[in-house]
């Protein structure tokens, strides 16, 4: 049996090497001593059991000598530096599919007015940028780890500039309760499955202030059309926004109170602080630091009402029914126009 | 670090003895050379040999391809005897069975793609003759002092030596590097292509570095005089056919290059495809040929010999292109590609006069060699082994790899290839020098186009005379601000500036001026006594100015 490792023991991280392990032995890195005992030994950890073809390991070393396929699961703010780390031991014969819906930004966002495009890398470009491994993909799409855990139906996609690294992801992830589909548009999926995030801050919201479904279908849509604006901006298609990274992880993560993100939407409307919210929610919502980096962006011209109004709510106090006023009076454009239009 | 240095005279052959040449034992025996050539066509073109319809259908194809491109786009260089061969190829497809009917279908069909094959690569394949190549290399030399008698004294006197001729052709790069990978593997030169005198240009260059011949693709229209084909022939071109668009073709002059790699010889190719005919440097390759040197690499690596292909990109930088005008002109009518009928009129000895013409009236050229790179574009230290861009050892082999194995994936390959290419493209913009000549046209030209910001392009070059001269004051300016630009940009080896750069801003103006395309009949640039600049051909300012382009010098006007 081919072994493949998980690097990350987040909740998505656990979820993933428990898939994996249906048809591979996995290793899984964990950086604390005490997180290797309690997979190793309890087998379980964060409340999710693991699977019995999974070890905990704590050095790279071993971690990359015995395997090839490497799934990178680490939040986007860590992601640089267990990359330094990992570089060492890694060689252009590795694959890294990664599954991080985060950005790394080069400078601090919270001292700059603008950011250049050339700031702003997806987790496949920083894998790129700081090792020498060439083959690189991600996994995006509806994965709420909880879900995954409890073993219920869903599905994935593996996107790469190469085939090779869909064929191994798909032959180490497909099982019969996890659908593995394939796309080379890889910039497209990582873009998607970073902005559905604030998407998701808003759907929150929503829900928050007690509308229904009419109220989040609007959202929805009209939040894919902006994250295909945006991902026009930056050279990718559309295709990747319709397919399971862009609407799938939109349907998922905008219904769901299991998504991080959601719930801070969802506690800001409920009247809590967003300090407060997030210290409480113990994880990283990426949405939060999405918002700002779109509303940075902003000098390529692309069309992002929604982000400009969560700008506005998370970061400079408006109220959430100004938020809505704001874009309820906007001017509507035609229904499709991410097809037709660069941005509207 | 590389060290750049400049050379001036031809420097001796790293392997002394010509029949220890790499060139010289792969086409020692021609026969083997072709059946390796085929063989590797019949393993890649799995799409033609897929079923006995496929291939039936791909032969009808080729036949009618072929007897069209002989009856409606005909050259001089077209070999009669090919009218009867693909005449009896037809025949001989009429005259066997209807497909998947009778046996022995496939094995008819299969004779016809061997013989379709011995064909081209008979046609295509190259040889290497050490008396030719030595007669090249002493001639030149006689053949210039000859040819200079018909030129006025003056230019007699200016390029009264060879040695003269070295000072107007600085070779530069780090030429022991260069000269090391030679002995550890395989070298493949990708220069950048403005002038059909790029190729001598380059030939002279890699002569002088003191490599092992090299093997390189040229247009079959370039073979129309006999003995200068046979010549060519002798000194390692292979013949290309553009007409010839099918993948038949194609797929057998991609094996071509590839059995040539994996034997270890020196290769040659413009990967910018045609001429540079805005005088930009390129910005998109063409990644076909470019290809080859991956499956080289995969191939040297599965016969486990691991020779390694070293890339070197080469930028040539000149201060006249003599066919600037009517490079330009096309590029301005959006033609496009090349127009192959045109370039037929680009004979063997036309090539010549030109080459000469060029060489006698230049006030010089410069031939960049940028540091060598693997096939993934990683960085080769001085004993050849690659580093990544993280700065770490890397083994070539390992891009290959899958589970373990060495493993051929076309898809994958396509994507190092375009890798590839990116990074070659990153050393031209590095490796590209500038010359006084770029740098004035590039000022000259902004300064008219920043006057007419509401301009297209198009208006801009047909603006009257009076609207485009330029006083001596705002010119010096504007060059001052650019020139510190360039500086800045070299100290970060984003580019390279030539020696006439560090003028004072008066002198380094006057020598671009003097230096822009100087012998056109239409002068570029030119000052007059009251210190007015001007132009009589703002297409061809247009042109000698793009090479700049590239850089965002732009903003700073």
């Given at each position: 049996?081919?072994?493949?490792?998980?690097?990350?023991?987040?909740?998505?991280?656990?979820?993933?090497?428990?898939?994996?392990?249906?048809?591979?032995?996995?290793?899984?890195?964990?950086?604390?001593?005490?997180?290797?005992?309690?997979?190793?030994?309890?087998?379980?950890?964060?409340?999710?059991?693991?699977?019995?073809?999974?070890?905990?390991?704590?050095?790279?070393?071993?971690?990359?000598?015995?395997?090839?396929?490497?799934?990178?699961?680490?939040?986007?703010?860590?992601?640089?530096?267990?990359?330094?780390?990992?570089?060492?031991?890694?060689?252009?014969?590795?694959?890294?599919?990664?599954?991080?819906?985060?950005?790394?930004?080069?400078?601090?966002?919270?001292?700059?007015?603008?950011?250049?495009?050339?700031?702003?890398?997806?987790?496949?470009?920083?894998?790129?940028?700081?090792?020498?491994?060439?083959?690189?993909?991600?996994?995006?799409?509806?994965?709420?780890?909880?879900?995954?855990?409890?073993?219920?139906?869903?599905?994935?996609?593996?996107?790469?500039?190469?085939?090779?690294?869909?064929?191994?992801?798909?032959?180490?992830?497909?099982?019969?309760?996890?659908?593995?589909?394939?796309?080379?548009?890889?910039?497209?999926?990582?873009?998607?499955?970073?902005?559905?995030?604030?998407?998701?801050?808003?759907?929150?919201?929503?829900?928050?202030?007690?509308y229904g479904d009419n109220s989040k279908a609007l959202l929805i849509t009209r939040g894919m059309a902006e994250m295909v604006f945006f991902g026009k901006a930056f050279g990718a298609s559309e295709k990747a926004f319709m397919g399971l990274a862009g609407i799938g992880d939109l349907m998922a993560t905008c219904n769901s109170k299991l998504s991080r993100n959601f719930r801070v939407g969802y506690n800001l409307a409920k009247g809590q602080n967003l300090l407060e919210i997030l210290?409480?929610?113990?994880?990283?919502?990426?949405?939060?630091?999405?918002?700002?980096?779109?509303?940075?962006?902003?000098?390529?011209?692309?069309?992002?009402?929604?982000?400009?109004?969560?700008?506005?709510?998370?970061?400079?106090?408006?109220?959430?029914?100004?938020?809505?006023?704001?874009?309820?009076?906007?001017?509507?454009?035609?229904?499709?126009?991410?097809?037709?239009?660069?941005?509207? | 670090?590389?060290?750049?240095?400049?050379?001036?005279?031809?420097?001796?052959?790293?392997?002394?003895?010509?029949?220890?040449?790499?060139?010289?034992?792969?086409?020692?025996?021609?026969?083997?050379?072709?059946?390796?050539?085929?063989?590797?066509?019949?393993?890649?073109?799995?799409?033609?040999?897929?079923?006995?319809?496929?291939?039936?259908?791909?032969?009808?194809?080729?036949?009618?391809?072929?007897?069209?491109?002989?009856?409606?786009?005909?050259?001089?260089?077209?070999?009669?005897?090919?009218?009867?061969?693909?005449?009896?190829?037809?025949?001989?497809?009429?005259?066997?069975?209807?497909?998947?009917?009778?046996?022995?279908?496939?094995?008819?069909?299969?004779?016809?793609?061997?013989?379709?094959?011995?064909?081209?690569?008979?046609?295509?394949?190259?040889?290497?003759?050490?008396?030719?190549?030595?007669?090249?290399?002493?001639?030149?030399?006689?053949?210039?002092?000859?040819?200079?008698?018909?030129?006025?004294?003056?230019?007699?006197?200016?390029?009264?030596?060879?040695?003269?001729?070295?000072?107007?052709?600085?070779?530069?790069?780090?030429?022991?590097?260069?000269?090391?990978?030679?002995?550890?593997?395989?070298?493949?030169?990708?220069?950048?292509?403005?002038?059909?005198?790029?190729?001598?240009?380059?030939?002279?260059?890699?002569?002088?570095?003191?490599?092992?011949?090299?093997?390189?693709?040229?247009?079959?229209?370039?073979?129309?005089?006999?003995?200068?084909?046979?010549?060519?022939?002798?000194?390692?071109?292979?013949?290309?056919?553009?007409?010839?668009?099918?993948?038949?073709?194609?797929?057998?002059?991609?094996?071509?290059?590839?059995?040539?790699?994996?034997?270890?010889?020196?290769?040659?190719?413009?990967?910018?495809?045609?001429?540079?005919?805005?005088?930009?440097?390129?910005?998109?390759?063409?990644?076909?040929?470019?290809?080859?040197?991956?499956?080289?690499?995969?191939?040297?690596?599965?016969?486990?010999?691991?020779?390694?292909?070293?890339?070197?990109?080469?930028?040539?930088?000149?201060?006249?292109?003599?066919?600037?005008?009517?490079?330009?002109?096309?590029?301005?009518?959006?033609?496009?590609?090349?127009?192959?009928?045109?370039?037929?009129?680009?004979?063997?000895?036309?090539?010549?006069?030109?080459?000469?013409?060029?060489?006698?009236?230049?006030?010089?050229?410069?031939?960049?060699?940028?540091?060598?790179?693997?096939?993934?574009?990683?960085?080769?230290?001085?004993?050849?082994?690659?580093?990544?861009?993280?700065?770490?050892?890397?083994?070539?082999?390992?891009?290959?790899?899958?589970?373990?194995?060495?493993?051929?994936?076309?898809?994958?390959?396509?994507?190092?290839?375009?890798?590839?290419?990116?990074?070659?493209?990153?050393?031209?913009?590095?490796?590209?020098?500038?010359?006084?000549?770029?740098?004035?046209?590039?000022?000259?030209?902004?300064?008219?186009?920043?006057?007419?910001?509401?301009?297209?392009?198009?208006?801009?070059?047909?603006?009257?005379?009076?609207?485009?001269?330029?006083?001596?004051?705002?010119?010096?300016?504007?060059?001052?601000?650019?020139?510190?630009?360039?500086?800045?940009?070299?100290?970060?080896?984003?580019?390279?500036?030539?020696?006439?750069?560090?003028?004072?801003?008066?002198?380094?103006?006057?020598?671009?001026?003097?230096?822009?395309?100087?012998?056109?009949?239409?002068?570029?640039?030119?000052?007059?006594?009251?210190?007015?600049?001007?132009?009589?051909?703002?297409?061809?300012?247009?042109?000698?100015?793009?090479?700049?382009?590239?850089?965002?010098?732009?903003?700073?006007?």
């Open positions: 049996m081919k072994k493949v490792a998980v690097i990350g023991t987040g909740n998505f991280g656990l979820a993933l090497a428990n898939l994996l392990a249906i048809n591979n032995e996995v290793l899984i890195y964990a950086r604390r001593e005490e997180n290797v005992q309690k997979i190793n030994i309890k087998r379980e950890h964060k409340g999710q059991p693991i699977h019995e073809r999974v070890t905990a390991v704590n050095e790279f070393n071993q971690l990359t000598k015995e395997c090839k396929l490497i799934f990178p699961i680490v939040p986007s703010s860590n992601f640089k530096e267990m990359l330094i780390q990992l570089s060492p031991f890694l060689s252009p014969e590795h694959i890294l599919i990664h599954g991080t819906k985060g950005l790394h930004i080069e400078v601090d966002i919270n001292t700059v007015e603008t950011l250049d495009k050339s700031q702003v890398l997806t987790m496949s470009e920083l894998i790129l940028k700081e090792t020498s491994v060439v083959r690189v993909g991600c996994i995006a799409g509806p994965n709420l780890a909880k879900e995954l855990s409890e073993k219920q139906i869903g599905g994935t996609v593996v996107a790469s500039r190469y085939n090779e690294v869909i064929v191994e992801g798909k032959k180490a992830l497909n099982s019969n309760i996890f659908r593995v589909y394939g796309s080379n548009e890889v910039l497209g999926v990582e873009l998607a499955s970073v902005l559905k995030n604030y998407i998701a801050i808003a759907a929150g919201m929503l829900e928050g202030i007690g210290s409480d929610l113990n994880e990283v919502a990426e949405g939060i630091k999405t918002i700002k980096v779109v509303k940075l962006l902003a000098g390529y011209g692309f069309n992002s009402p929604l982000a400009d109004a969560l700008y506005k709510i998370v970061y400079e106090d408006w109220e959430l029914n100004q938020g809505m006023d704001y874009l309820m009076n906007l001017p509507v454009s035609d229904d499709t126009d991410f097809f037709t239009q660069k941005d509207s | 670090m590389p060290t750049r240095k400049t050379i001036k005279k031809p420097l001796p052959s790293v392997v002394k003895e010509m029949d220890e040449w790499p060139i010289y034992k792969a086409y020692e025996n021609p026969d083997l050379f072709l059946q390796k050539v085929k063989d590797l066509v019949k393993k890649n073109a799995t799409w033609i040999l897929k079923d006995d319809d496929t291939l039936r259908n791909e032969i009808k194809n080729i036949v009618y391809q072929e007897k069209m491109r002989l009856s409606k786009t005909p050259w001089k260089s077209d070999d009669p005897k090919e009218k009867i061969f693909w005449s009896d190829i037809k025949k001989q497809v009429r005259s066997s069975k209807a497909i998947g009917t009778e046996e022995g279908t496939k094995e008819v069909d299969e004779r016809i793609l061997n013989q379709i094959l011995d064909f081209y690569g008979t046609e295509m394949i190259a040889d290497f003759k050490i008396s030719s190549f030595k007669f090249a290399q002493k001639a030149l030399p006689y053949i210039y002092s000859r040819l200079i008698n018909s030129f006025p004294q003056i230019v007699y006197k200016l390029f009264s030596s060879v040695d003269k001729l070295y000072d107007r052709m600085k070779i530069m790069g780090d030429v022991d590097h260069i000269r090391k990978l030679q002995e550890i593997g395989t070298v493949v030169v990708v220069p950048t292509h403005y002038s059909n005198l790029d190729s001598p240009t380059i030939g002279l260059s890699l002569n002088n570095l003191g490599l092992s011949a090299f093997t390189y693709g040229a247009g079959v229209n370039l073979f129309t005089i006999k003995s200068l084909s046979r010549f060519m022939h002798n000194l390692g071109a292979y013949k290309v056919d553009r007409r010839r668009k099918h993948r038949l073709y194609l797929e057998t002059l991609k094996s071509y290059s590839t059995i040539a790699l994996t034997e270890n010889v020196n290769s040659l190719f413009y990967p910018g495809g045609s001429r540079s005919q805005s005088g930009k440097l390129e910005n998109k390759l063409k990644l076909g040929l470019l290809g080859t040197v991956i499956d080289a690499q995969r191939m040297n690596l599965e016969e486990g010999n691991g020779k390694k292909i070293f890339i070197i990109p080469v930028t040539l930088n000149y201060h006249y292109v003599l066919e600037a005008k009517k490079l330009i002109e096309h590029y301005l009518k959006d033609k496009g590609k090349e127009n192959y009928l045109e370039d037929e009129n680009t004979t063997s000895f036309g090539l010549i006069k030109r080459a000469y013409k060029v060489i006698t009236s230049n006030p010089g050229m410069t031939i960049s060699f940028a540091p060598a790179i693997d096939v993934f574009g990683n960085k080769v230290d001085e004993n050849g082994k690659s580093i990544s861009s993280t700065g770490q050892k890397v083994e070539v082999a390992d891009y290959f790899k899958l589970n373990g194995k060495l493993v051929r994936d076309v898809q994958r390959d396509s994507q190092y290839t375009q890798i590839l290419g990116d990074r070659i493209l990153q050393e031209y913009k590095e490796n590209t020098v500038v010359l006084s000549s770029n740098l004035v046209a590039f000022v000259a030209f902004q300064i008219i186009r920043k006057r007419f910001s509401q301009f297209t392009v198009f208006e801009i070059l047909s603006l009257p005379k009076d609207e485009t001269t330029i006083q001596t004051e705002e010119f010096i300016l504007v060059l001052a601000k650019i020139k510190e630009v360039l500086l800045g940009l070299e100290k970060e080896n984003k580019i390279i500036l030539s020696s006439d750069i560090n003028l004072g801003m008066q002198e380094l103006m006057k020598v671009g001026i003097k230096k822009v395309g100087s012998s056109h009949p239409k002068y570029v640039l030119k000052r007059n006594k009251s210190g007015e600049i001007s132009t009589q051909s703002m297409k061809l300012l247009y042109y000698y100015h793009n090479k700049l382009t590239s850089y965002g010098l732009e903003q700073y006007i």
